[in-house]
């Protein structure tokens, strides 16, 4: 396995690390075959892994409780008595947050479960704008700088799933962030924070983890012939998933990858990936065809909206470009069920297709001409069908 300095901390961090978002379960998502997902950490530590990222509500039955991955880690690195071997990140339910106490009665109860007294970094989880606001009425950098005071975190950060004007007005509100968490992948350069957004953090020398690489797995799933077509003139030939973490791995500012595992031969790959991916390894050729499959994605989208944002404010309220690009997105993918989710939980209700009053005004601003009442409509019909 191979290490990188997590930013200006004192933490050596595998390239690697483990996202346990998505560990092998039972009929329901909330019940972890804990023999299967056992034999999965076992793989990773014996290789090398030794970053962990969990959260309150991962393998949850309900966002508004805590899930069972955290007691699952804490209770196997208890049994297998490593816990001074790895490193723990998790993160604050941020949308569970109503007052400066439930912060701490959180994180509290948080540790409980982990087993464990301190967490190494410890995140506010899946920051949008709403969630921020909702953090700071309550005093949110008080608590940060209390638990680093008092040993109950190392270091902190957040992850982020909102634009970059959001990104960096929350990077500017606090001097002592650590690590920061945000969504790459060599398909999102230009969503979201993307990579101005981590190349940014780079520039902070703070820590710098990626999340969903695999994009939820439609990087590997689904994929067209024209882009299995362009993998076969590389210079290097490499899976679907060498792909992926190999385009992060190859940046020299990204210091850690998560990757969701979901069985034991996944595990094995991403390690094996791991254990040979250098910085500057990719040749200028194989940048080219990544950027060609990138072209081709982007070809199948379907409105030529270029998020410019002279559509809004909307007076209905909905997100146009958010509609748009979630509808391309899942287009250009064909991958209806990893990617229809940001969709429904990256806006509110009101922020939806279904809102549009066909009022006609955002089109007479719309330098793109495109019919926005009547995609938005398409866009509405396609969501209610998936």
């Known amino acids: 396995m191979l290490y990188r300095k997590l930013g200006k901390t004192d933490l050596e961090v595998s390239n690697l690390g483990f996202g346990c978002m998505r560990l092998p379960h039972r009929d329901k998502f909330h019940e972890i075959d804990e023999v299967e997902a056992t034999k999965m ?17 991962y393998h949850t039955e309900s966002m508004k409780k805590g899930g069972n991955a955290e007691p699952f880690l804490g209770n196997y690195l208890k049994d297998r008595g490593i816990r001074e071997d790895v490193i723990i990140q998790t993160k604050l339910p941020s ?3 109503d007052s400066r106490k439930s912060m701490d009665d959180l994180l509290d109860e948080q540790l409980k479960r982990l087993k464990t007294d301190y967490v190494d970094v410890y995140m506010l989880h899946s920051l949008k704008v709403d969630f921020w606001h909702n953090l700071m009425d309550y005093d949110v950098l008080d608590f940060l700088d209390s638990i680093l005071e008092d040993g109950r975190a190392k270091y902190v950060g957040f992850s982020i799933h909102d634009d970059l004007e959001v990104f ?11 690590v920061i968490l945000t ?5 999102d350069e230009d969503y979201k924070t993307g990579l101005p957004g981590v190349e940014f953090i780079a520039s902070q020398g703070l820590g710098n983890v990626i999340m969903e690489p695999l994009r939820g797995g439609s990087l ?13 003139t590389a210079d290097k030939k490499r899976s679907p998933v060498g792909w992926a973490l190999e385009y992060l791995w190859d940046k020299p500012f990204v210091n850690s990858v998560f990757s969701g595992m979901s069985n034991l031969e996944q595990v094995k790959e991403n390690v094996a990936i791991a254990s040979v991916a250098e910085v500057n390894s990719i040749s200028e050729h194989d940048k080219q065809v990544l950027k060609d499959v990138c072209n081709v994605y982007k070809s199948r989208e379907e409105i030529p909206c270029t998020g410019c944002r ?4 909307c007076h209905n309220g909905v997100n146009i470009p958010h509609c748009f690009k979630q509808y391309n997105i899942c287009k250009s993918l064909n991958y209806v069920d990893k990617t229809a989710a940001p969709y429904f939980w990256l806006a509110g209700e009101n922020e939806r297709a279904d809102n549009c009053s066909f009022c006609g005004e955002c089109d007479i601003r719309c330098p793109q001409d495109i ?3 009547g995609e ?3 866009v509405a019909e396609f969501f209610k069908r998936n």
């Open 310 to 313: 002279y559509c809004m404010p």
């Open 183 to 187: 969504q790459m992948n060599y398909l």
């Open 95 to 97: 949308w569970l947050v």
């Open 220 to 232: 590997v799933n689904n994929i067209p012939d024209e882009v299995t077509a362009l993998f076969e």
């Open 376 to 378: 938005l409509e398409k």
């Open 41 to 57: 950490f076992d793989y990773a530590i014996e290789h090398g892994v030794n970053y962990f990222d969990t959260a309150y509500s």
């Open 168 to 178: 960096f007005s929350i990077m500017d509100s606090y001097d002592k962030w650590d």
């Open 371 to 373: 019919d926005i009442g």
